[in-house]
C-alpha cells in the first residue's frame, strides 16, 4: 500500500468551532494531550481542516486509514491521561468546551470568552505558548465571527421603535464586543419622508457610550478626569455645521466608512469632533456616515484604545451593515413619530381642549385610546353651554379605530355642537345627525347620548340613539342605572328617537361612557355595566352619605376597573356634578311689549338687588336691563321673559318672540338710536345673544362686589 500522506477531507458540513485544534478533545487522539491543569491558548487558532490537524500532530495517516474511529488499518490512538479506554466517554461533570454555543438572541461573546481565563495577569505572557496576552477584549478573528456578530446586532438594532430605542440599541450592540466607545451623530432637525431640507446640514451629538473604566490612560482615547460616559459627550463638539465642499462632508457624501487614518478622515474629524477629542494612531477609530433612504442622516465614529487590536480591513464591512440598518431604522422611527404626532393632534382637535364651566354643573372628562400604537378612534365627548344656563351633555362612539372614523367623528361633533346652538329638543338633535350620517355613506354608523341638564328646574331631559344608558350616582351613595330607551344607532335612518325626562337633584353625578368601558371579550355590556354601578357605589361610600366623591377622583377610580386585558376599544368618560341654581336665586317675570315695561323692568331688578344685598350694582343693572328690554319692545307681539341669576356672578336674561339676534354696531352723531348694546358691550363682563325654537334670549353678566 503506498505510504503516501495525503489530506483527509471531514465528511460532515459542520464548521469547525472556536477552539478546535491541537488542545481541542477531539485532537487527543491525534496528539498526546497537554495536562489538565494547562491553560488554553488565548488565541484562536487558524481556521484548518482535520487532516491538517493530522499531519500538524505528527501522526500521517496512510491511505485506508480513517482516523481514531477504530477502523482496520488504523493505528491505535494513545491511551489518554485520564486512564480511559479508547471507547470510554468523559466524565457526566465534565464541560464540553469544543462546542459553545452563543445565545440566539445576544450579541456574541468575543472569541475566546468561553474559555479558561489564563493564569497570568494581561500583559503577561502564557507559560504554554510563551505568547504576550493581551490586556483588554480580544478581537474577532474570524468571518464566522463577524456574521454572528453583525446578526445580532442588527436585531437588536431593529427591536427599537422609537428614534432613542434604535440609538440605544446601536450604542450598546457595540460596546464593548466591536468598539471600546461610540459617538452618535444625526442631522437636526432630522428629515421627515421626502422633505428636503431647506437650511444647512448640522449634525448633533445624539448619544455617547463607551467602556467604564477606574482610570484612563493618558494615551486613550479619553483624558484622565473623564471617567464616565457622558464625558465622551463633554469633549466632542454638540453641534457641527458641515461646511459644502469640506472634507467631512466629502466623507458623508462617499457613504463607505472609512478608517480615521485615512487621508479624507483625517481632515474631516477634527471637523466634526473638535480639537478637544484625541484620536488613537492607527487603524482604531472607523468612521461610518449614516444614510437612509434618500440622504445621510447622520454618522457613527466607532473607537479602540490603542492596547487593544486594530481594526482589521473586514470591520469596515461590519460597521457598513451596523450603518446601513441603523440609518433605515431611524428612517422608520422619524416617519412613526411623524403619523403618531399628527394622528394625536388630529384626535385632539377631536376632542374640547378644556370643558366649560357653566352655572350650576362641575365637569370632568377622560379619553384613553385602544392601545399606544393606534391612538385614533372615533369616541368623543362634549359639553356645550345652552341658552338659560342651561349645558348640553353629549357622548358617541363612531364605529371602527381609523382615520376615516375620526374624520367621521369630528363632522357628527362639528354638526351636534350646531344643531346644540338652534336650541333643538334632544331627540330632534339625534335625528338631524342621523341624516347628516346617511349623507356620509351609508356605512357611517355611530352610537350618541345627548342630555340637556337645566340647573333652575333641577331637570334632565336625554335621548339615546343605542348608546349605553348613563348611570346616576345620588348624593346618598345609591349609583342607578338610568332607563333611556335605547333607540337605533345613527345612520341607520328611518327611526323616531324618544326622549325622557328625569330628576337632577342637587349633589348627583351623572357619568356618561362608551361601550369601550363596559364591554371587552372578557364580559358583556351588561355585566360591565353592573360592575361599573357597583364600583361607583363603593366609592361614594368612601366619602360618606353626605359628601360626594370629587369628579377628578371618580374617574380615576372608574378607570381602575378596567384589568390589563380589559380594554379593547376606545374610551370617553364624561362626569356631571349638578349643583344647580337655588330657588332663593332666581327672580323670574313676565312683562307685556308696551311702553312702561322699561320702568317696570327697571324696578322689579331694584327689588331683587336689595334683597340679594347687591345694591352695589343697582345703577349698572338698572341701565342695561333698560336698554335690553326697550330693544325686545319695539319689535316683540308677545310678552317679554326677564330672568336674574344670582351664582358666583349676576347673569340677566331677556327673551322674546323675534328670532333676529342683535348687532353690535357704531351709531354715529346724528343717530337717534343704537347705543344700546354699545353700553352693554362695555359695561357688561360677557354678554350675547341667542337663537331659540320661539325667538331669542339676549343675556349679559356683572362680576358680584
Not at 407 to 425: E, H, S, Y
Not at 491 to 502: M, Q, R, S
Not at 630 to 640: G, H
Request: aromatic letters at 4%; proline letters at 10%; one cysteine or more.
Amino acid at each position: 500500500m503506498d505510504s503516501t500522506r495525503v489530506t483527509e477531507h471531514p465528511t460532515s458540513h459542520e464548521r469547525p468551532q472556536p477552539g478546535a485544534g491541537p488542545a481541542d478533545p477531539r485532537g487527543a487522539l491525534l496528539r498526546t494531550p497537554e495536562p489538565l491543569s494547562a491553560p488554553p491558548a488565548t488565541a484562536l487558532p487558524a481556521q484548518t481542516r482535520a487532516g491538517d490537524a493530522a499531519a500538524s500532530s505528527g501522526a500521517p495517516l496512510s491511505c485506508g486509514q480513517h482516523g481514531p474511529s477504530g477502523n482496520p488499518g488504523g493505528s491505535p490512538p494513545p491511551v489518554p491521561a485520564t486512564g480511559g479506554t479508547e471507547h470510554s466517554q468523559p466524565a457526566a461533570d465534565e464541560p464540553d468546551t469544543h462546542r459553545p454555543r452563543p445565545a440566539p438572541e445576544s450579541i456574541p461573546a468575543q472569541p475566546g470568552a468561553g474559555q479558561e481565563r489564563p493564569t497570568a495577569p494581561p500583559g503577561g505572557k502564557d507559560r504554554r505558548t510563551g505568547q504576550t496576552l493581551p490586556s483588554g477584549p480580544m478581537p474577532m478573528r474570524r468571518d464566522g465571527d463577524r456574521l454572528r456578530f453583525v446578526g445580532a446586532a442588527t436585531r437588536r438594532i431593529a427591536r427599537g421603535i422609537d428614534l432613542d430605542e434604535i440609538v440605544m440599541g446601536l450604542c450598546r450592540a457595540t460596546v464593548p464586543t466591536f468598539s471600546d466607545a461610540i459617538l452618535v451623530y444625526l442631522r437636526d432637525p432630522l428629515p421627515v419622508g421626502d422633505e428636503r431640507p431647506t437650511g444647512p446640514l448640522v449634525l448633533r451629538l445624539r448619544r455617547t457610550d463607551r467602556i467604564p473604566q477606574e482610570r484612563d490612560l493618558e494615551d486613550g482615547i479619553l483624558p484622565v478626569p473623564i471617567p464616565e460616559t457622558s464625558g465622551l459627550a463633554s469633549l466632542s463638539n454638540e453641534l457641527c455645521e458641515v461646511r459644502p465642499g469640506g472634507a467631512l462632508a466629502e466623507v458623508l457624501r462617499g457613504v463607505r466608512p472609512v478608517f480615521a487614518d485615512a487621508p479624507a478622515a483625517r481632515a474631516a474629524l477634527p471637523e466634526l469632533l473638535g480639537h478637544n477629542l484625541s484620536i488613537p494612531p492607527g487603524q482604531r477609530a472607523i468612521l461610518a456616515p449614516l444614510r437612509g433612504r434618500r440622504r445621510v442622516i447622520g454618522a457613527a465614529l466607532f473607537l479602540r484604545r490603542p492596547e487593544r487590536a486594530a481594526f482589521e480591513p473586514d470591520d469596515l464591512l461590519v460597521a457598513a451593515q451596523l450603518a446601513t440598518h441603523s440609518a433605515l431604522g431611524i428612517d422608520k422611527a422619524v416617519l412613526y413619530g411623524r403619523e403618531a404626532y399628527i394622528a394625536d393632534e388630529l384626535q385632539r382637535t377631536m376632542l374640547p381642549e378644556t370643558l366649560p364651566n357653566p352655572t350650576g354643573v362641575r365637569l370632568a372628562s377622560r379619553y384613553l385610546p385602544a392601545a399606544e400604537t393606534a391612538r385614533v378612534g372615533g369616541d368623543w365627548y362634549d359639553a356645550i353651554p345652552l341658552p338659560g344656563s342651561r349645558v348640553a351633555l353629549v357622548v358617541g362612539d363612531v364605529m371602527g379605530h381609523s382615520m376615516t372614523s375620526a374624520a367621521i367623528m369630528g363632522q357628527l361633533r362639528t354638526t351636534a355642537q350646531t344643531l346644540a346652538g338652534l336650541d333643538l329638543p334632544p331627540q330632534e338633535v339625534l335625528h338631524h345627525l342621523d341624516e347628516q350620517a346617511q349623507r356620509l355613506g351609508t356605512d357611517r354608523m355611530a352610537t350618541c347620548l345627548y342630555a340637556v341638564y337645566d340647573p333652575v328646574s333641577h331637570r334632565i331631559t336625554i335621548a339615546n340613539a343605542g348608546h349605553p344608558p348613563p348611570v346616576l350616582l345620588h348624593l346618598g351613595g345609591r349609583a342607578e342605572v338610568l332607563r333611556v330607551p335605547a333607540g337605533a344607532p345613527i345612520g341607520v335612518g328611518g327611526v323616531d328617537f324618544e326622549a325622557v325626562e328625569l330628576d337632577a337633584p342637587a349633589g348627583a353625578t351623572l357619568l356618561l361612557y362608551t361601550d369601550g368601558l363596559v364591554e371587552s371579550r372578557l364580559r358583556d355590556v351588561w355585566t360591565g355595566i353592573e360592575q361599573l354601578r357597583e364600583k361607583l357605589a363603593a366609592t361614594a361610600q368612601l366619602t360618606g352619605a353626605d359628601h360626594p366623591p370629587p369628579l377628578e377622583a371618580l374617574c380615576d377610580e372608574v378607570l381602575d376597573m378596567l384589568g390589563p386585558g380589559d380594554r379593547d376599544d376606545d374610551i370617553a368618560l364624561l362626569a356631571a356634578r349638578f349643583d344647580g341654581i337655588a330657588p332663593s336665586d332666581v327672580a323670574y317675570w313676565f312683562l307685556e311689549p308696551e311702553d312702561a315695561a322699561p320702568s317696570r323692568a327697571r324696578r322689579l331688578a331694584r327689588r331683587a338687588l336689595a334683597r340679594w344685598g347687591l345694591e352695589e350694582l343697582t345703577d349698572s343693572v338698572e341701565l342695561l336691563v333698560s336698554e335690553v328690554v326697550t330693544n325686545a319692545v319695539r319689535y316683540a307681539s308677545r310678552p317679554i321673559t326677564l330672568r336674574l341669576l344670582r351664582t358666583d356672578v349676576l347673569r340677566c336674561e331677556v327673551g322674546d318672540d323675534v328670532p333676529q339676534l342683535p348687532r353690535l354696531r357704531q351709531a354715529r352723531a346724528t343717530d337717534e338710536g343704537g347705543r344700546g348694546l354699545y353700553l352693554v358691550n362695555r359695561l357688561a363682563r360677557r354678554w350675547g345673544a341667542t337663537r331659540l325654537s320661539t325667538g331669542k334670549v339676549v343675556w349679559f353678566e356683572l362680576n358680584r362686589g
